[in-house]
């Protein structure tokens, strides 16, 4: 099981209270009105889905109830950190220790996929 | 016709019926019981209001997380932020109180939305492990701890009143899965 620290109860909780609630730092449009229906679409609906590094929204449902972010990696399924929502990204060269495990993927240790 | 109980304006008050009335289980190691009817209030508010609501209610109303207040049989615990779940067990008028500080705040009376099963034994704790994944050890969850969580798929908040005794609140159409839950968990728990 999961440990997620919620930076509302400042403390590591189980994943069962919280969930996962998309992408973070998605910045709402100021001229939604005006905007074309492509660039409606790409603020709405298109996501970037990235292997890796990911920045999004938790809320900790069962629990304190608020919205927060986290950096992911999307491989290890290992958060790097947590932080209050309406905090800016933080430094990414800070999150990621240097001397990181490999972590071992399907695609590294048993198949040629690339 | 048969008395009923009318009081001097003819209406018969109704009576309360409890979803866990005369409820008892568990084991001789961790005891359920279904707690004494009691008025509730979900109360929400900014840091600003604090002082005025904990004044209006008798207690100081807490903003550290996971920490409760208590004060002549009434709880006020923290929930989130700004958001607390204050339990009179007296059934005094929660929202007349609150109305009356004058503070900004949102308040819902959930008296009867609400019910509670009080878990007490030396294996309270394991039984409520049963179906919550909290650390409810006494350096992580000391007496007066409390904290909104999961037990199995139902949500319920969790108030340590003792060091072997808990408070088990979670919605009164949830209270026969958490009955039926607690009450095998605290089977497995020991006798």
């Given at each position: 099981?999961?440990?997620?620290?919620?930076p509302?109860?400042?403390?590591?909780?189980?994943e069962?209270?919280?969930?996962?609630?998309?992408?973070?730092h998605?910045?709402?449009p100021?001229?939604?009105?005006?905007m074309?229906?492509?660039d409606f679409?790409a603020?709405?609906?298109?996501?970037?889905?990235i292997k890796?590094?990911t920045f999004?929204?938790w809320?900790h449902?069962?629990?304190?109830?608020?919205f927060f972010?986290?950096a992911?990696?999307?491989v290890?399924?290992k958060f790097?950190?947590t932080?209050?929502?309406?905090?800016?990204?933080p430094?990414?060269?800070?999150l990621?220790?240097?001397t990181?495990a490999?972590?071992?993927?399907?695609e590294?240790?048993?198949s040629?996929?690339? | 016709?048969?008395?009923?109980g009318?009081?001097?304006?003819?209406?018969v008050p109704?009576?309360?019926?409890?979803?866990l009335a005369?409820?008892?289980?568990?084991s001789?190691?961790a005891?359920l019981?279904?707690?004494?009817p009691a008025?509730?209030?979900?109360?929400?508010a900014?840091p600003?209001a604090?002082?005025?609501?904990s004044?209006?209610?008798?207690?100081?109303?807490?903003?550290?997380?996971k920490?409760?207040?208590f004060?002549?049989?009434?709880?006020a615990?923290w929930?989130g932020?700004?958001?607390?779940l204050?339990?009179d067990e007296?059934?005094?008028?929660l929202?007349a109180?609150v109305?009356?500080?004058?503070a900004?705040h949102s308040a819902?009376?959930?008296?009867?939305?609400?019910?509670?099963?009080?878990?007490?034994?030396?294996s309270?704790a394991?039984?409520i492990?049963?179906g919550?994944?909290?650390?409810l050890?006494l350096?992580a969850?000391?007496?007066g701890?409390c904290s909104?969580?999961?037990?199995?798929?139902a949500e319920?908040?969790?108030?340590?009143?003792?060091?072997?005794?808990?408070?088990?609140e979670?919605?009164?159409s949830f209270?026969p899965?958490?009955s039926?839950?607690?009450?095998?968990a605290a089977?497995?728990?020991?006798n």
């Amino acid at each position: 099981m999961l440990l997620i620290y919620c930076p509302y109860c400042e403390e590591e909780r189980s994943e069962l209270e919280f969930r996962q609630a998309g992408d973070a730092h998605i910045a709402r449009p100021t001229n939604m009105t005006e905007m074309s229906d492509e660039d409606f679409e790409a603020f709405f609906f298109l996501r970037d889905n990235i292997k890796g590094l990911t920045f999004e929204r938790w809320r900790h449902l069962n629990g304190c109830g608020r919205f927060f972010n986290a950096a992911r990696d999307t491989v290890s399924d290992k958060f790097l950190t947590t932080y209050k929502a309406g905090l800016p990204r933080p430094d990414v060269s800070t999150l990621r220790p240097a001397t990181e495990a490999t972590v071992e993927t399907y695609e590294a240790t048993e198949s040629n996929a690339k | 016709m048969a008395d009923l109980g009318a009081d001097a304006t003819g209406i018969v008050p109704a009576t309360r019926t409890l979803p866990l009335a005369g409820f008892h289980g568990g084991s001789a190691a961790a005891v359920l019981s279904a707690a004494v009817p009691a008025t509730r209030l979900s109360l929400r508010a900014g840091p600003d209001a604090v002082q005025a609501l904990s004044g209006a209610l008798g207690l100081s109303l807490p903003v550290q997380p996971k920490t409760s207040a208590f004060a002549d049989g009434r709880h006020a615990l923290w929930l989130g932020p700004d958001e607390w779940l204050v339990i009179d067990e007296n059934e005094a008028d929660l929202m007349a109180a609150v109305s009356a500080s004058g503070a900004l705040h949102s308040a819902t009376d959930i008296s009867h939305r609400n019910t509670a099963i009080l878990v007490k034994g030396r294996s309270a704790a394991a039984a409520i492990n049963g179906g919550c994944p909290q650390d409810l050890s006494l350096t992580a969850f000391p007496v007066g701890a409390c904290s909104r969580t999961v037990l199995a798929k139902a949500e319920i908040v969790l108030l340590r009143t003792a060091e072997d005794a808990f408070r088990v609140e979670c919605w009164r159409s949830f209270a026969p899965y958490v009955s039926g839950l607690l009450t095998e968990a605290a089977e497995d728990a020991g006798n």
